[in-house]
């Protein structure tokens, strides 16, 4: 048994875990240090399911879960409803237990509304989160349009919000009368008021509804069963209510969590009405489409180190967003559960006999997927967003939390990266290498064993003596370096980080007020509170030149194990009774922890360069507005092809809950990927928004070139072809960060009539341009594309031009150097295809314009342009400019222009052009002048050479 332990465990992580303890000559026997490594955590190697929680173990899901649909014991007071400028507020009661709350109702703008409700008068303070969103929303006015005895109907923009006052329920209709959501309509809604344990003892239903089906043998666990069992020959007033097991205190496997406040969850129903399909509440390995959650556990959103997780479950991973959409082929939807503590969703289907629906679904019998929300602590803030289509409702979304940071140039180009590049002469390896072999990338990588010990924002002087002349010899090429910054300060006299946040008590606490303490890479460790803001930013100001010793300009930042991940900790993560800044417990504002460390961390690059360069930084957790901040990658994935396929809708999933700029490990972090996977892999990153290749400490080599000269050449072909389609995808990040928009997005965001695709997950569109279907299984000679649209629509193949039509599938050959993308017709496509290697040397080369026409002979596409590195195009510093072609003209126009560049246009590219021109003109400066061109008439292409001197600046071509 202790050799299959250590060949297991010890073997794969004793240099990261072992190696440096005997080198740091800590006072731990390594036998001992070993065997509790094993014995605290199989979970962060392994994933056992034992060591993660079951909604059945987790006593306010049990709770919440054991609710029966029904008549809702919440009623509004209707004498308290008072109608104010965008806000209709009342009193609500418990009229189980004559509990009172406050429920608001906001009309907001861009059709999208907000509902809260906490208690009137608590005891203590209820936690609410601010920090998601970019600023308090605007309202707008309402109108009322009717009131009864028992409701009150508003009407705000194009909707109509119905408040039904006993019992409670909101339901919102469009502008048809259509009814789309409906709030607490099967009656769960569950606040779980705070209270004094002597006076809730002494309540006689301690749960919140009348409702619950406590001895319903389906909401039961096995070992519940047995203790019925047990109770049949004992005095039945010597045992508890099972609802009351975990109020006040809970234990899971050796933990225990004190609970000191007592039970204080919140739960809500929300049905969307006339849908199938909802989508969102990332993170989970699972399908793009949300299963429902009958008979299994709900989706768990609680962000957790999860080491080469499991696929197809709703386990919880490293972050949460607990944002839904829902789509049907008239309308999109969304709802937004503002609750950073540890949450569960329910999903199922029913059926709905609404006369409002009969019209649009022939049919009297109406499709509903009902949502359940619980939440452990905190209020009720749900925000519904109305569209009516997919890019509305992302865009509402968006106002409220914010979109995506613009990132620099560098950001979305490639990324190498592994845990560890040993010392300064290996990174100068691995830099000339990608020369040596014509790879171009941008950004090379150092994991934890660049530090001295474990202790950020140090180096190990021995492998990295002269850290900044290394930094700068990479970026004299063009490129930049990242260092991986963890929130676990190693507890160890003479650190200076750890003694500055001892001296200024900014770690978390333990309830007893001493510093919470704990086990991480560096041994015993603590947390920085990044919920205390005086410690985000004495946090930013560490990364400042002459503080972070040894760093320079061109040094980024990778924050991981930010969940937070603490090895002896319940479920691999910190106590729910660890003591925050303002009080709060660990349980209120877990799901925020990650989003605070990557925020003052983006501070900190923003304060270093004076506000003039963009920071680059990538974190593992996250939540809503975690895209204010930048990248996220899916974390612990495996060498695996089964890995692969998964992170396609994993990624989908992200761009779909607003958090584009996002991207999973090439070749799989863990594990040795066979050559055909590795290239498969590169050529699916090389279409996603966030594009870096990591591997495991224990893992093989496997840079590029590592397995032979015909993957070498696939490898950097995928490589080149992300490097030519750079400005049409920076172009995409921008009005991402615009608007709010997906980079990666389903197939029915874009064709939301198109039934076919709304389950599909397999391929997506980059931007609304490129179809891409990723080659996901081994030995594939062809696989199966679906082309959406109707059957006029064309799609090119990106490589030959090649034509298929939209509204079938088709078998498309792919051979190993295939990558199956697709050019949308009726798009123009931005690139730049001469081969460099980084994508900062360019900056000022010439664009090759890619026009795909329609089945009318028309196209448009957009350009934009910037230094790709500062902040000055917050002033205004760019170029955006719009492309189109209609008949035989051929039209460039900038919308916006105060940049200069020394780009210019080298190409133009007609796709799907049915006739030979007779003449080629443009006009520049007074004079007429011809274009040469070419044209083949099997493949309908024409080529324009050398058609314009310059980029910035507006122009016509015409043909005829």
Known sequence: MVDWLWTTFGNRHSSKTLKKIRKEKMCLNIKWMFLFFVCQLPTVYLVDRGNFKTCDQSSFCRRNRAIQPGSSPYAILQSTVKLEIGTISCDVINTNNNVSFKLTIDTLAKNSARIRITELSPIRPRYFVDDSLVKEPQKIKFMKESEDGNSLKVKFEANVVEITYKPLKIDFFDSEGVLLVSVNNKGLMNFEHYRNKQVANEESKPAENDNRNENSEETKSEDDKDEDDKEQDEPKEATSNESEKGLWEEDFKEHHDSKPYGPSSVGLDVSFVGFEHVYGIPEHADSLALKHTTGGDPYRLYNLDVFEYELDNPMALYGSIPYMMAHNAYKTVGVFWNNAAETWVDIASSKSVLSSLISLFKTGDIPEVDTHWMSESGIIDLFIMLGPKPHD?????????????????FGIAYHQCRWNYNDEEDVKQVDANFDKHDIPYDVLWLDIEHT???????????????????????????????????????????????????????????????????????????????????????????????????STLNLMTWNDMNEPSVFNGPEITMHKDAVHYGNWEHRDVHNLYGMYLHMSTFEGHLQRSDGKERPFVLSRAFFAGSQRYGPIWTGDNKADWSHLKASVPMLLSLNVAGLPFSGADVGGFFGNPEPELLVRWYQAGAFQPFFRGHAHLDTRRREPWLFGEENTKLIRTAIRKRYAILPYLYTLLRRSYEEGLA?????????????????????????????????????????????????????????????????????????????????????????????????????????????????????EGELYIDDEHSLDYKNGEYISSKISMSGLTITKWDTHSKFSTKSWVERIIVVGLKTRPSYCTIMLDNDMKSLEFTYDAEKQLLVIKKPVPYIDGNFTITMG
Not at 765 to 777: E, M, Q, W
Not at 791 to 804: G, I, L, M
Not at 814 to 840: D, H, N
């Open 393 to 409: 409702v992302s865009h509402q979304y968006s106002t409220l939390t914010g979109t995506t940071t613009l990132p620099p140039m």
């Open 452 to 550: 001295d010990g474990k202790k950020y924002m140090t180096w190990d002087v021995a492998k990295f003596p002269d850290s900044k002349k290394m930094i700068e010899n990479v970026a004299s090429k063009g490129r930049k370096m990242v260092t991986i910054i963890d929130p676990h300060i190693k507890r160890e006299s003479g650190y200076h980080i750890h003694t500055e946040a001892t001296d200024k008590q900014l770690y978390v606490k333990k309830k007893d007020g001493s510093d919470y303490e704990g086990w991480c890479w560096p041994g015993s460790s603590s947390w920085i509170d990044f919920v205390n803001p005086d410690a985000r930013a004495w946090w930013a100001s560490k990364f400042a030149l002459d503080q972070y010793q040894g």
């Open 743 to 859: 980079v990666m997005r389903p197939l029915w965001m874009e064709f939301p009539e198109d039934t076919k695709t709304f389950s599909m997950d397999d391929e997506y569109l980059l931007g609304s341009a490129l179809l891409v279907k990723p080659v996901t299984d081994s030995g594939k000679d062809d696989i199966i594309v679906y082309f959406p649209g109707k059957d006029t629509q064309p799609w090119y193949d990106f490589d030959s031009f090649a034509v298929h039509y939209g509204g079938k599938s088709e078998a498309i050959p792919t051979p190993m150097y295939k990558i199956p993308v697709f050019i949308r017709g009726g798009s123009i496509l931005p690139v730049k295809e001469r081969v460099r290697r980084a994508s900062s040397l360019m900056v000022n080369d010439p664009y090759t314009i890619v026009i795909a026409l329609n089945h009318e002979g028309k196209a």
